[in-house]
């Protein structure tokens, strides 16, 4: 059984660009959220995707988007990075969002230049 | 706001000497507790879930508790493989504590 599956494993890129980030849940769940960990810190909370739709947003701001296919795989997208952006993003998946816990990915370390 | 604060920030531990972590909250309906081990560089692994006060939990030499306003993980007789950083979250979307970082010398 794959758990959550997440690509790319590391990226950089400079300010200013945009970059996309991919999530495949384990198999069974049809939920999808993502966090942003910086170094030290606990993972903070992006938004979260079910049934194709975003059900809920944490304090990011609108460059910070994403997206759920019918295969309930999921994109996060950030454009005009920024320095701050550099970070640890992470993918979580669940039966039915706000119920049952989550599993996580093994993340994508962004680093912004 | 949910808000979560985890103590000790650090914890240096000899292997087979037993301790506890912490993890204060606030939170407006508890939907769940939740308890996360994280090794560096890697996605946080699902340790338990805990619903109501009173309520216990075990795996291997973990053993999570949980009050109306606290939840303890108690490392009893730790290992150096237990050396990691555990995170407690609570629902709405998870709202993660920062972590407490556990290093069991051999």
């Known amino acids: 059984d794959a758990g959550v599956t997440q690509s790319p494993t590391h990226l950089i890129k400079t300010r200013g660009q945009q970059v996309t980030l991919r999530c495949s849940p384990k198999?069974?769940?049809?939920?999808v959220s993502w966090y942003q960990q910086a170094l030290g810190q606990g993972p903070q909370f992006i938004f979260q995707y079910y049934e194709e739709e975003e059900r809920q947003r944490g304090n990011f701001p609108d460059r910070f988007s994403g997206h759920q296919f019918p295969n309930y795989s999921s994109e996060l997208n950030v454009n005009a990075l920024l320095l701050g952006d550099s970070a640890l993003y992470l993918c979580?998946?669940?039966?039915?969002?706000?119920?049952?816990?989550?599993?996580f990915g093994p993340g994508t370390r962004l680093t912004v230049l | 706001e949910d808000q979560v604060t985890q103590s000790p920030e650090a914890l240096r531990l000899q292997e087979g000497e037993s301790s506890s972590l912490n993890c204060s909250y606030t939170v407006s309906g508890l939907r769940g507790l939740f308890w996360y081990r994280q090794d560096p560089g890697k996605g946080p692994e699902f340790l338990f879930t805990?619903?109501?006060a009173g309520e216990e939990k075990e795996k291997e030499r973990l053993k999570a508790t949980l009050t109306k306003k606290e939840s303890f993980l108690h490392i009893t007789a730790p290992k150096p493989e237990d050396s990691a950083t555990y995170l407690c979250a609570v629902r709405g979307e998870l709202s993660f504590g920062a972590g407490t970082t556990v290093t069991v010398r051999a």
């Open positions: 805990l619903y109501s």
């Open positions: 979580a998946s669940s039966w039915r969002a706000g119920v049952n816990e989550q599993f």
């Open positions: 198999s069974g769940h049809d939920t």
